[in-house]
């Protein structure tokens, strides 16, 4: 049984307690729903008002919008609660007991990012009788190590509607201002199969794919002439070539063949576009190998993220942390959080070094400052 409004040590055990993981493995997938009601209960007893909202296709999965203060504008302190999946036997630790060592938490979850919870209740404890301005909003979702589901239902519902967002996922302390989108697509080529003795008689889909992966490779050098961003360690886009699948035996002409493939978006690129490129690139392969041609989205793309790196919430995430805003190569649910009009920053206490690891950790001195920049960023916004 939860105790009332615990501390924080406590907070975080009882959060790595409970398996959360999302996976594209259905004998993996687990819901989150206990960590959101354990949040709620934790948050109700603060005095925020808690909304939980069950993902539509998922009910074992929701989100969760608990709110401090009301009015216009407001600040989010958002994080995901799934986790990836691990193997236990790869761990000095169980991974779903707190364990204090080396001056370091140890969990899965602790550094990416339940931690980030734990925190952020932490800070939120010297306002809980605090004349709001405007509101503070704890905000947590389901599946971001996955399909982002979870905040994508918030986008179509609107909410929560706030002016600025911390996404507390593992930065080392540095705010990010931007990152790159992924989008993960498929193309299948569908072709003749017949005897290999005489090629005539089918349509080789393989042969369709080399020309095909060399029409990609052509389109990856010329994305990389057409886009650059040097704030990057990786300032263009890039197409990699992920896995190929095709035919049945050597002496049959290969019938059907299937590439997949990723690309990573700088700001400014848009997923829908780049398809469509690649689309009208395929065509002329299919019309003249006499083979259809096909695209499919793998996952729902994430689209690249940018916050302005001269907005007054960036410049004061610089300040309190003392460090430049930078990029980050992975991806996370900021562009979801922009889109809803929010001056968003990834900036979190773990370091993206110790997530989806073996004894992933939270360094016991990353606590207390970061529990003090959350504090000035509530007085400075909310307050």
């Known amino acids: ?72 504008g407001g600040l989010v302190l958002a994080g995901h609660t799934d986790t990836v999946p691990c193997n236990e036997k790869l761990w000095d630790s169980s991974p779903f007991s707190l364990s204090e060592r080396d001056n370091r938490f140890y969990g899965l979850g602790t550094c990416d990012m339940k931690g980030f919870f734990a925190l952020a209740m932490e800070a939120a404890r010297d306002f809980l009788q605090a004349p709001f301005k405007a509101p503070l909003i704890i905000l947590a979702t389901a599946d971001e190590e996955t399909s982002m589901s979870g905040a994508r239902e918030l986008v179509k519902l609107g909410r929560p509607r706030a002016r600025y967002a911390v996404i507390g996922e593992p930065t080392g302390m540095r705010p990010i201002h931007m990152h790159k989108g992924v989008m993960m697509e498929r193309i299948q080529i569908l072709g003749q199969s017949g005897h290999s003795s005489n090629p005539s008689l089918g349509r080789n889909a393989m042969e369709s794919a080399h020309s095909v992966i060399g029409e990609l490779m052509k389109f990856r050098a010329e994305l990389a002439d057409r886009y650059q961003n040097p704030g990057f360690t990786i300032p263009v886009p890039t197409i990699n070539l992920g896995c190929i699948h095709g035919g049945d035996n050597p002496n049959r002409i290969c019938g059907h063949c299937q590439l997949d493939f990723d690309i990573r978006m700088l700001p400014g690129l848009n997923s829908d576009q780049l398809r469509q490129e690649i689309r009208q690139r395929m065509a002329p392969i299919a019309e003249r190998d006499g083979v259809e041609i096909s695209i499919e989205k793998l996952i729902a793309p994430v689209e690249a993220f940018a916050t302005d790196i001269h907005s007054d919430f960036v410049k004061t995430c610089e300040k309190l942390t003392g460090h430049q805003a930078e990029s980050a190569a992975f991806a996370t649910e900021a562009p979801l959080l922009n889109s809803m009009g929010m001056d968003t920053v990834v900036l979190g206490p773990g370091d993206i070094d110790q997530a989806h690891q073996p004894d992933e950790y939270l360094s016991l001195d990353r606590i207390n400052p970061m529990v003090d920049m959350l504090k000035s960023l509530i007085r400075r916004y909310c307050l």
């Open 1 to 72: 049984m939860a105790t009332l409004q615990p501390d924080l040590k406590q907070t975080l055990s009882r959060l790595i307690e409970i398996p959360s993981v999302s996976s594209t493995l259905a004998e993996l997938d687990m819901g989150n729903l206990p960590v959101i009601n354990e949040l709620a209960f934790w948050l109700e007893t603060m005095g925020f008002n808690c909304e939980v909202l069950p993902l539509p296709e998922a009910p074992h999965k929701a989100n969760l919008i608990a709110t401090l203060g009301s009015g216009a």
